[in-house]
T-cell receptor
């Protein structure tokens, strides 16, 4: 079984500041890792995903994440945030054995202050 | 077309009503999903259809009845719901579950916000 932990339920940052949203996972098998974003009153949209290979993954809107197997982490980062980045961010995990089923973390609300 | 559409956007229903939620995609995806999302919580998987056949039912009460009439359409029939069923219902699709083996991106619709009175 897999699980995902997002320790920070809310992260407030000032506009143009850097941000890191933390994600840790637990699994007994190899995993695939995802970050999804949900803007207010919308569905979820994929930001980026790690399947294999390079541990640094670049996504849309200037976000990137680094897979760290030894620390079982997949933290999301952006060097300079904008007001438009205000949203809920979900880390998620799946595996070959879980097929179509992905497990979402509890989410982190990113709020940007001008 | 990379869009998943859902209708209606909002729905208010009484506990004795019967209603249906509709989801449509034209990306040629062969897996379609229903999720339930309560406020400030992550989406919870309800059902998965793979090649128009129900492949996963996450022990959802029978008052929720999914239907996949063809590869582009997914319905969720609602009957005798409870107030605690009020939530955002999200539909998603992904390419080919037989090939992707857990790697596929899920594409989400905007959801139907349901209120049960």
């Amino acid at each position: 079984a897999q699980s995902v932990t997002q320790l920070d339920s809310q992260v407030p940052v000032f506009e143009e500041a850097p941000v890191e949203l933390r994600c840790n996972y637990s699994s007994s098998v190899s995993v695939y890792l995802f970050w999804y974003v949900q803007y207010p009153n919308q569905g979820l949209q994929l930001l980026l995903k790690y399947l294999s290979g390079s541990t640094l993954v670049k996504g849309i809107n200037g976000f990137e994440a680094e897979f760290n197997k030894s620390q079982t982490s997949f933290h999301l980062r952006k060097p300079s945030v904008h007001i438009s980045d205000t949203a809920e961010y979900f880390c998620a995990v799946s595996s070959y054995s879980s097929a179509s089923k992905i497990i979402f973390g509890s989410g982190t609300r990113l709020s940007i202050r001008p | 077309d990379t869009e998943v559409t859902q209708t209606p956007k909002h729905l208010v229903m009484g506990m004795t009503n019967k209603k249906s939620l509709k989801c449509e995609q034209h990306m040629g995806h062969r897996a379609m999903y229903w999720y339930k999302q309560k406020a400030k919580k992550p989406p919870e998987l309800m059902f998965v259809y793979s090649y128009e056949k129900l492949s996963i039912n996450e022990s959802v009460p029978s008052r929720f009845s999914p239907e996949c009439p063809n590869s582009s359409l997914l319905n969720l029939h609602l009957h005798a719901l409870q107030p605690e069923d009020s939530a955002l219902y999200l539909c998603a699709s992904s390419q080919d579950p037989a090939l992707a083996g857990g790697q596929e991106t899920q594409y989400f619709g905007p959801g139907t916000r349901l209120l049960v009175l």
